[in-house]
Each structure stands twice: as structure tokens, then as C-alpha cells.
């Protein structure tokens, strides 16, 4: 179980970028950040996995834009501002591959994230009730309009028949047989 890490502590990615000049993104934070941890620094991690940054780890980063701006390259900025060396560079990064970071766990965030999947979950049951109203709605129309057309097709059978032609006899004097 991760341990309990108030969130109100620590500030996001999106925050670090606007306040480091250098950075100027997320990518380049994230960039920064994996050499930092790759040397053996840790970040905390938010529920979701992202990392979450404390004042301590803002002046690592605030010294680092400086070291950077005077023309030292990511990995020396990194060691410097973690006062490593070569040998302690090598073995910080290989107990960084062992170890995770605890998570934060905001479990107000857990609770709305449950209530909106449970709300999502009613909104798909009636979607799924009035797809099958639709659906009932569709077939009874398409028996209407199959009916519609087999009643078409007698009208125009009985319209293109031509009318049976009486007899001129019978047409003068009528008969008293009907055809």
C-alpha cells in the first residue's frame, strides 16, 4: 500500500513549467525528470502515476535551469545539482531501476471518478433501452412500408390492364348476360 502523501503538498507538471524558464514544456520536464530519476532522484507519483513535485524538488530543478543556462549539458546539470560522481552516477542508476515510487492515493478523486462511472453506467443502460425502442419503432415502419409497396404494385398491375372491350352489339343493345 502506498503511503498516505497529502496532495496539497506537492504541485503538477503543468505548474513546474510555468514557473522554470528553461522548461518550457511537459516533454521537457518529463526529459529532465527521467535523468534526474535515472540517477538515482525520486519523485513522488499522484494516483494516475504522474509525477508530483515538492518545494525541494523545485530548487533541484530551479538549480539545474541555472547550470543549463550557463551551458551545461542535461547530464551534467543533473549531476552537479545532485552532487554525483561517475562512480556514485553508475550505482544511484542501477538501485533506480530496483525500487517504485509510493503513489499518492486522493481518494475524494477515487470517490467522483466512482460516481461518474456509476452515472456513465445509467446513461448507457437507458441509451441502450431507447436503442431497442428504436429499434422495435424501425421495424414495425419497415413491415408498413413493405405493405405500402405490395399495395403499389396491385395499384399499378390494375391500372396498366387494359379495360375489357364490350361487343359493339352489346354495347347498342346491352344483353342480359354480364360478363
Known amino acids: 500500500m502506498a503511503k498516505d502523501i497529502k496532495a496539497d503538498e506537492y504541485i503538477t507538471g503543468s505548474e513546474v513549467v510555468h514557473k522554470v524558464e528553461r522548461i518550457g514544456s511537459l516533454a521537457t520536464l518529463g526529459n529532465w525528470a527521467k535523468e534526474m530519476e535515472r540517477m538515482g532522484h525520486k519523485f513522488q507519483h499522484d494516483g494516475r502515476g504522474r509525477r508530483i513535485y515538492a518545494d525541494a524538488d523545485m530548487k533541484l530543478l530551479q538549480q539545474m535551469n541555472d547550470l543549463l543556462g550557463d551551458r551545461h549539458t542535461l547530464k551534467q546539470a543533473v549531476d ?37 462511472l456509476s452515472e456513465i453506467k445509467e446513461m448507457l443502460a437507458q441509451l441502450v433501452k431507447q436503442n431497442q425502442q428504436y429499434h422495435e419503432e424501425n421495424v414495425q415502419l419497415q413491415e408498413k412500408v413493405t405493405e405500402l409497396t405490395e399495395m403499389t404494385k396491385k395499384n399499378e398491375q390494375l391500372l396498366q390492364e387494359p379495360p375489357k372491350k364490350k361487343s359493339w352489339w352489346k354495347r347498342h343493345f346491352g344483353s342480359s348476360d354480364e360478363d
Open 80 to 116: 552537479v545539482t545532485l552532487g554525483i560522481t561517475d562512480k556514485e552516477a553508475a550505482d544511484k542508476a542501477k538501485a533506480a531501476k530496483d525500487e517504485k515510487t509510493p503513489a499518492v492515493i486522493d481518494t475524494k478523486m477515487l470517490q467522483a471518478q466512482n460516481k461518474d
